[in-house]
């Protein structure tokens, strides 16, 4: 098991990390979340060890990471967002040395086989590592993470820069890297977390600001229901009315295609607000092309708690 308690990370007057703090348990696939710059590998490099905290703690197995440095990160295989390769060895060649350096005692044949069975990389042993794909590369960091066997696997943007099949297989590798390991994975892609991980946490600005299974952050928003509208009419009256809804928490717009206005409502829980929307239009002399409502996506809850929407003006095209 992993413990983080309370760790900040300062650079001058920024926090990078402002007290953080959570677990990640045995077995389990856990997701770190958050857009880019909010933290994660600030928080995954110094889990790692790789650098330290300005204050905090992180253990492995008891192990203190800067108390007890080499018992800790004996029990952890870490993959980069950029993988640390030797691009002039073969692939045979690089995780050989890395089991030299890791001084693994596991047997050397059997333990390199294993390895390169399991993410597939039987076909390339042989070829020099700078002539490989990036889905290759990457399947390569991962070896060099399981080198050792270790309980534990921390995964920094694994998919970055991968094209569609090769994200599909790296996730499904993942899946069942997470039956005999415990896994952080890092990541600010949301499908890919939702497609993998057991538990969520979004950080953003180096703060926590959600940690539970997807079904609980889902539960949490249960009640509130997202209003879609399709209308035509002057955009600043329309949204002004709006937003003087009673139980309208939050109003956007963007306009779309033909010069129609796509709005999104969201309202507070266990309001219904539909009636008062045609109220508004009617009396305000602008049209309802079209009108449904749903309960809040992951996607939604994640850019309300992060602030990642799209600007009111934004132009969508279809």
């Given at each position: 098991?992993?413990?983080?308690k309370n760790?900040t ?5 920024h ?9 990640a348990?045995?077995g389990?696939?856990l ?15 110094i889990?790692?060890?790789y650098?330290?905290a ?7 197995d008891?192990k ?12 952890m ?15 045979k060649?690089?995780l050989w040395f890395?089991y ?7 047997p050397k ?19 020099l590592i700078?002539?490989?794909s990036?889905?290759y590369?990457?399947?390569?960091g991962?070896a060099?993470?399981l080198?050792g066997?270790?309980?534990i696997?921390i995964?920094?943007?694994p998919t970055?820069g991968?094209?569609?099949k090769q ?6 590798l993942?899946k069942?890297l997470?039956k005999?390991?415990t896994?952080i994975?890092?990541?600010?892609i949301?499908p890919?977390v939702q497609?993998v991980?057991?538990?969520?946490i979004i950080i ?19 009640g509130e ?11 600043e009256k ?7 809804i009673?139980?309208?928490q939050?109003?956007?717009c963007r306009k779309?295609k033909?010069?129609n ?10 309001t ?13 002399g602008w ?10 996506t ?6 309300r ?14």
């Amino acid at each position: 098991m992993i413990e983080v308690k309370n760790i900040t990370k300062r650079y001058g007057a920024h926090k990078a990390l402002d007290d953080v703090s959570f677990t990640a348990n045995d077995g389990e696939i856990l997701g770190f979340l958050g857009p880019n710059g909010a933290g994660k590998s600030t928080a995954m490099n110094i889990i790692t060890g790789y650098i330290s905290a300005s204050s905090g703690s992180v253990s492995v197995d008891g192990k203190d990471v800067a108390q007890q440095p080499q018992e800790a990160k004996k029990n952890m295989g870490y993959l980069p967002e950029i993988p640390p390769l030797y691009e002039d060895m073969t692939v045979k060649e690089y995780l050989w040395f890395i089991y030299d350096l890791k001084k693994c005692k596991l047997p050397k044949i059997s333990h390199m086989k294993d390895i390169c069975s399991l993410v597939g990389l039987e076909e390339v042993m042989g070829r020099l590592i700078k002539n490989l794909s990036k889905g290759y590369r990457q399947r390569v960091g991962f070896a060099q993470a399981l080198v050792g066997d270790p309980k534990i696997l921390i995964l920094d943007e694994p998919t970055v820069g991968l094209d569609p099949k090769q994200i599909v297989e790296i996730r499904s590798l993942i899946k069942k890297l997470g039956k005999r390991h415990t896994v952080i994975l890092s990541s600010h892609i949301l499908p890919e977390v939702q497609a993998v991980c057991d538990r969520i946490i979004i950080i953003d600005h180096g703060k926590i600001i959600a940690d539970d299974t997807e079904e609980n952050i889902l539960l949490s928003a249960d009640g509130e229901r997202n209003i879609y509208i399709t209308a035509q009419g002057e955009k600043e009256k329309i949204l002004s009315k709006l937003k003087a809804i009673s139980g309208a928490q939050e109003v956007s717009c963007r306009k779309a295609k033909g010069g129609n206005l796509e709005i999104v409502i969201r309202t507070a829980k266990d309001t219904d607000i539909r009636r008062a929307v045609f109220d508004c239009a009617a009396g305000g002399g602008w049209a309802i092309l079209e009108m449904r409502t749903s309960r809040p996506t992951l996607e939604e809850i994640f850019i309300r708690l992060t602030g990642q929407g799209a600007d009111d003006s934004e132009e969508v095209s279809e």
